[in-house]
């Protein structure tokens, strides 16, 4: 796991690219403080940088960017590729040597012998960048499930790109203005959605994408995407699958040669994590959980219950609202790009980071592909009932618009603007995922600079087909909730804290045996097939309600952190009636302040840091 960033084409003196190349580095520390590296290229116009957190071959051998045994290439990787053993073996009985045991060479070799096409072969996450000193072109690319985040940008002819956005804005090269456009997708679903960034001008290279960067020409290939399949199937097959996929991705994902723990609370995903890695003799297997008082939100008891069935050893940290308000400043200043959500993950990763750990697994994903969330029901019948009401339109649009002016809650504002819109599966999953309707962006754009009828918000986008509206909602979980929202977040979260964080379940390999399985089977309530091919998971776990790994935000932002809201609560331009959007607003604030991005004077949110800060008690 890595930092990496770079500047192509420059044109920029030696002197100085190399200077604004170090800053670049060292605001990338945290997410590699055991080594860097730096390149310049022989024309003095194009760097790669680095940051590395020794997982592979902790030697010196692994040190980048890491060059070509001709010279003419550089890569730099962040990221595990999973099955570079493998490739090893097979670019070994062609006649490539190795001079050492990283999967960063392994890439290389690919690259030299295969071209752009070699991303094709990698499993695993990554985000990498390699440098063709010959042709002076430069080949960005990411995993096919986003797993690890790139960002680039064009600036006076130049390319730059990072693992994180501040990185770019600290280079001095990248404009610091505000993409209202990205504002009001952040508005409308709580996250950014890829490709844009929140500032203008700066682009998510796209999960499953690579770009190539050709003298100032550049060209954005797809090489992944997820389509589901409808082909028959046995149910005893289908859990024979489902089995199998999951041995080999958790196995292939305990590939360390550093200790390796996992986030375990009390649900089913982290549980199969920890059977499987405990079947595969996970030497003193670690495990860590975040507990609360009230027993709402408390997994506590349940994950140290089943920590002691599978025998891992186990780390509890009973978190309550003065001491999570601590963390807040800090939280908010390591995040990346605002959500609302990451708090959660953010603390976790501090507790494996204070026990000594580099390397920790988590179940996210495992809702994304086995259906464990209301939408997978929900939005279905919302789409069929709006198809049914289609009959009715004028009656329909006229009672969705009354829900809209006149609701009790933001739940009921999003339903009626749901019964405004076009019966599609993007509505309604907008209606399910989303924070505030168009008409309510609209109204908080005036915050952020944005003039009267400069944007519309609007909650269509396309989706690709698929064979059931089922598989939509899969694809949708998977590419908007899962990718621009739980992978960016964990991402930073735990890089924060120097811990790589892996995600068996977001394996591109394991997603494409399970796009075999009709979702019939694959999609079943309660996760059937899931727990039907790990019979390891305890009975007590089998039988337990989804509860979901949340904080008590809503107790703790109406008590001890109300001051924190106070200003948002005051220059409101209509009441939220909710914590996550208050949470939403207070974090996009907070975001523009940090980091300086250009809004008009006039609606300059305005941040006073101290505010952030606890009381001393």
């Given at each position: 796991?890595?930092?990496?960033?770079?500047?192509?084409?420059?044109?920029?003196?030696?002197?100085?690219?190399?200077?604004?190349?170090?800053?670049?580095?060292?605001?990338?520390?945290?997410?590699?403080?055991?080594?860097?590296?730096?390149?310049?290229?022989?024309?003095?116009?194009?760097?790669?940088?680095?940051?590395?957190?020794?997982?592979?071959?902790?030697?010196?051998?692994?040190?980048?960017?890491?060059?070509?045994?001709?010279?003419?290439?550089?890569?730099?990787?962040?990221?595990?590729?999973?099955?570079?053993?493998?490739?090893?073996?097979?670019?070994?009985?062609?006649?490539?040597?190795?001079?050492?045991?990283?999967?960063?060479?392994?890439?290389?070799?690919?690259?030299?012998?295969?071209?752009?096409?070699?991303?094709?072969?990698?499993?695993?996450?990554?985000?990498?960048?390699?440098?063709?000193?010959?042709?002076?072109?430069?080949?960005?690319?990411?995993?096919?499930?986003?797993?690890?985040?790139?960002?680039?940008?064009?600036?006076?002819?130049?390319?730059?790109?990072?693992?994180?956005?501040?990185?770019?804005?600290?280079?001095?090269?990248?404009?610091?203005?505000?993409?209202?456009?990205?504002?009001?997708?952040?508005?409308?679903?709580?996250?950014?959605?890829?490709?844009?960034?929140?500032?203008?001008?700066?682009?998510?290279?796209?999960?499953?994408?690579?770009?190539?960067?050709?003298?100032?020409?550049?060209?954005?290939?797809?090489?992944?995407?997820?389509?589901?399949?409808?082909?028959?199937?046995?149910?005893?097959?289908?859990?024979?699958?489902?089995?199998?996929?999951?041995?080999?991705?958790?196995?292939?994902?305990?590939?360390?040669?550093?200790?390796?723990?996992?986030?375990?609370?009390?649900?089913?995903?982290?549980?199969?994590?920890?059977?499987?890695?405990?079947?595969?003799?996970?030497?003193?297997?670690?495990?860590?959980?975040?507990?609360?008082?009230?027993?709402?939100?408390?997994?506590?008891?349940?994950?140290?219950?089943?920590?002691?069935?599978?025998?891992?050893?186990?780390?509890?940290?009973?978190?309550?609202?003065?001491?999570?308000?601590k963390l807040l400043t800090t939280f908010l200043e390591y995040s990346d790009q605002p959500s609302i959500d990451g708090f959660n993950t953010f603390c976790v990763s501090r507790?494996?980071?204070?026990?000594?750990?580099?390397?920790?697994?988590?179940?996210?994903?495992?809702?994304?592909?086995?259906?464990?969330?209301?939408?997978?029901?929900?939005?279905?019948?919302?789409?069929?009932?709006?198809?049914?009401?289609?009959?009715?339109?004028?009656?329909?649009?006229?009672?969705?618009?009354?829900?809209?002016?006149?609701?009790?809650?933001?739940?009921?504002?999003?339903?009626?603007?749901?019964?405004?819109?076009?019966?599609?599966?993007?509505?309604?999953?907008?209606?399910?995922?989303?924070?505030?309707?168009?008409?309510?962006?609209?109204?908080?754009?005036?915050?952020?600079?944005?003039?009267?009828?400069?944007?519309?918000?609007?909650?269509?986008?396309?989706?690709?087909?698929?064979?059931?509206?089922?598989?939509?909602?899969?694809?949708?979980?998977?590419?908007?909730?899962?990718?621009?929202?739980?992978?960016?977040?964990?991402?930073?979260?735990?890089?924060?804290?120097?811990?790589?964080?892996?995600?068996?379940?977001?394996?591109?390999?394991?997603?494409?045996?399970?796009?075999?399985?009709?979702?019939?089977?694959?999609?079943?309530?309660?996760?059937?097939?899931?727990?039907?091919?790990?019979?390891?998971?305890?009975?007590?776990?089998r039988e337990r309600p989804k509860q979901g790994f949340t904080f008590p935000f809503k107790d703790w932002i109406t008590a001890e952190w109300r001051d924190v809201f106070k200003?948002?609560?005051?220059?409101?331009?209509?009441?939220?009636?909710?914590?996550?959007?208050?949470?939403?607003?207070?974090?996009?604030?907070?975001?523009?302040?940090?980091?300086?991005?250009?809004?008009?004077?006039?609606?300059?949110?305005?941040?006073?840091?101290?505010?952030?800060?606890?009381?001393?008690?």
């Amino acid at each position: 796991m890595c930092g990496i960033a770079g500047i192509i084409n420059s044109g920029l003196d030696r002197e100085k690219l190399e200077k604004v190349l170090t800053v670049m580095q060292q605001q990338l520390h945290h997410r590699g403080p055991d080594d860097r590296g730096l390149f310049i290229s022989d024309d003095g116009k194009t760097g790669l940088v680095n940051t590395r957190l020794a997982i592979l071959d902790l030697s010196s051998a692994g040190h980048q960017p890491m060059a070509s045994a001709d010279g003419r290439y550089r890569i730099v990787l962040n990221g595990e590729i999973y099955n570079f053993q493998a490739l090893r073996t097979g670019l070994e009985a062609k006649g490539e040597v190795f001079l050492s045991r990283s999967d960063t060479e392994v890439v290389l070799k690919m690259y030299e012998r295969y071209g752009p096409d070699c991303v094709r072969e990698l499993e695993g996450m990554f985000a990498l960048a390699i440098w063709d000193e010959q042709e002076e072109v430069c080949f960005l690319a990411r995993d096919p499930l986003g797993i690890k985040p790139l960002y680039y940008c064009e600036t006076n002819g130049a390319v730059c790109f990072a693992s994180e956005l501040r990185t770019l804005l600290g280079s001095g090269l990248v404009p610091r203005r505000l993409s209202l456009k990205a504002v009001c997708g952040y508005l409308l679903f709580g996250t950014v959605p890829e490709p844009l960034t929140l500032v203008e001008g700066v682009h998510a290279l796209p999960a499953g994408h690579y770009l190539i960067c050709n003298r100032g020409r550049l060209r954005l290939t797809k090489h992944w995407d997820i389509q589901f399949g409808d082909e028959p199937i046995a149910e005893s097959e289908a859990v024979e699958l489902v089995r199998d996929a999951l041995d080999e991705s958790i196995q292939r994902h305990l590939v360390s040669d550093v200790p390796v723990g996992v986030f375990l609370s009390g649900g089913i995903d982290s549980t199969v994590l920890v059977a499987f890695a405990s079947r595969h003799g996970a030497n003193k297997l670690r495990s860590f959980c975040i507990s609360f008082d009230d027993p709402k939100f408390n997994e506590g008891n349940i994950a140290a219950r089943t920590a002691q069935h599978f025998g891992t050893r186990h780390t509890d940290c009973r978190l309550d609202s003065a001491s999570a308000r601590k963390l807040l400043t800090t939280f908010l200043e390591y995040s990346d790009q605002p959500s609302i959500d990451g708090f959660n993950t953010f603390c976790v990763s501090r507790l494996a980071h204070d026990a000594g750990l580099k390397v920790v697994l988590s179940g996210l994903g495992g809702d994304e592909v086995f259906g464990g969330y209301p939408s997978f029901r929900r939005i279905p019948r919302m789409v069929r009932t709006s198809r049914w009401l289609n009959l009715l339109w004028p009656l329909r649009s006229a009672a969705g618009g009354i829900l809209q002016t006149k609701y009790s809650s933001p739940r009921t504002a999003r339903l009626g603007c749901f019964l405004q819109e076009p019966p599609t599966t993007a509505a309604a999953y907008w209606c399910m995922r989303g924070i505030f309707t168009p008409r309510e962006v609209k109204g908080l754009l005036g915050r952020y600079g944005g003039g009267d009828g400069q944007l519309a918000p609007d909650i269509s986008f396309h989706v690709p087909c698929q064979p059931t509206l089922q598989d939509e909602v899969s694809y949708l979980e998977l590419t908007r909730y899962m990718r621009n929202q739980l992978l960016r977040d964990s991402d930073v979260m735990s890089m924060a804290w120097s811990l790589e964080l892996r995600v068996p379940f977001a394996d591109r390999k394991l997603v494409e045996m399970m796009q075999r399985i009709p979702a019939t089977l694959r999609l079943a309530r309660g996760k059937k097939i899931l727990l039907d091919a790990v019979p390891e998971i305890p009975a007590w776990l089998r039988e337990r309600p989804k509860q979901g790994f949340t904080f008590p935000f809503k107790d703790w932002i109406t008590a001890e952190w109300r001051d924190v809201f106070k200003r948002i609560d005051a220059e409101r331009p209509f009441p939220f009636k909710s914590w996550y959007r208050k949470w939403c607003v207070l974090a996009l604030d907070s975001f523009i302040e940090r980091n300086g991005l250009d809004v008009a004077p006039s609606c300059q949110p305005k941040i006073n840091a101290s505010q952030f800060y606890s009381r001393s008690i």
